[in-house]
């Protein structure tokens, strides 16, 4: 089987806190119709006021709200004795759409970066809350790469009959036609039959690393982390025919973190547009600016000056779609040091190196090479370092 990581290495990974177990997402329950409140010497067409700010009565503490098209259920309680109890939204385009919803009532409107919106809560029509929704500016990374091809990078990719892949579209054949689709539709298809096989688990190991083995465990009620997805998702668009790799996300404090430090997902390399593509198939993502399927840098950019125009692609039902604001939220930080294996073949007579280390490390300009991760108390003495995107990301021969 491929190599991917090393029996310590793959330990760790199953700490990772980059899970977001199903169970967890968030739906909204259909809010109450909106309480109309009139009154005379008020403002905003009919609304209460109070010391000249709007009034949004309730009965119970537990409050709701919505940045954008997502809800947050149960994430805010009335605190009556903070004197002005603040929510911070984070402001990751322009502005953004806010709703803050009681039991009985409601209060909606547009938050621009370092603006305030003051309005009160009236608890059991006697006692108000001063509640203050404040925009706070998305804080990217400004992150710059060299665009020259180093000359010292090369890859290795399958390029003949495997056993192994043969097997795999034996045992678990994917269950669509691929004839008269582009590669973009073909790997989403692949994507959200990746993504079905099991539930999330980032606390559970599989027993070993390779698509057949998980997707066996997985059949018999098996749960794995994020990078068991990027596994069976490489593994089955090799077996198509593609040129496809795992990558390891780390964040910029990775050697100090004191919480997991990356997450997994997967490159795939698209013919007819003849560039790489990341996806993710723990939450059954692909990332496009306006309509360009994006790699991991690519993306990287697009969440820090194009918010407005990215867009998720996903085959997976609209109630179970994942949200940008909550995906960009969770997988942004582990933008930054990116790693994949220079050997990528199935069962090689010799495992291709260089200088005696498998995997590539991309490191941002001006960044330090990552040469260790206290949380797993590992060296990094696998990869040769380049600041060169090119280098990452060169044609597979």
Partial sequence: MIETQSSIESECYSNFVCYKDQSMKIYYRVLLLTLVITSCTTKDKGRLTHNGLPIIKATQTDIDFKVGDDWFSGWWTIALEVENDTLQVICFGQKETFRFATDLDSIEFEIEPGESKNFYVLLH???????????????????????????????????????????????FPLEFNTNEMSDKEIVLAVLNWTNSRWQHDGNN????????????????????????????????????????????????????????????????????????????GQFNVLSTLNGKPLNAIEFQNAISNHYDELELESLAEPDYAESKRLYVEFVYDYLFYIDTALDNRYDPDERFTINGKRSLMLVPKEADNLAHINFWDIDIDFCIYTNSAMDFYSRPN
């Fill in 205 to 280: 190991l599989p027993k070993k690393n390779d698509a057949i083995s998980i997707l066996k465990e997985a059949e018999q009620g098996g749960r794995f982390p994020c990078f068991a997805y990027a596994i069976v998702l490489r593994d089955q668009l090799t077996a198509l025919g593609y040129n496809a790799r795992t990558v390891y996300l780390k964040t910029q404090d990775a050697e100090v973190r004191e919480s997991s430090p990356g997450h997994v997902a997967t490159e795939v390399f698209l013919n007819d547009l003849e560039k790489w593509v990341f996806v993710d």
């Fill in 125 to 171: 029509d006697s006692l108000y809350a001063h509640t203050i929704i404040q925009g706070v500016p998305f804080q990217s990374n400004k992150i710059i790469y060299d665009s020259v091809n180093s000359g010292r990078v090369e890859f290795m990719y399958q390029t003949e009959k495997s056993e192994y892949l043969s097997n795999l579209m034996k045992e």
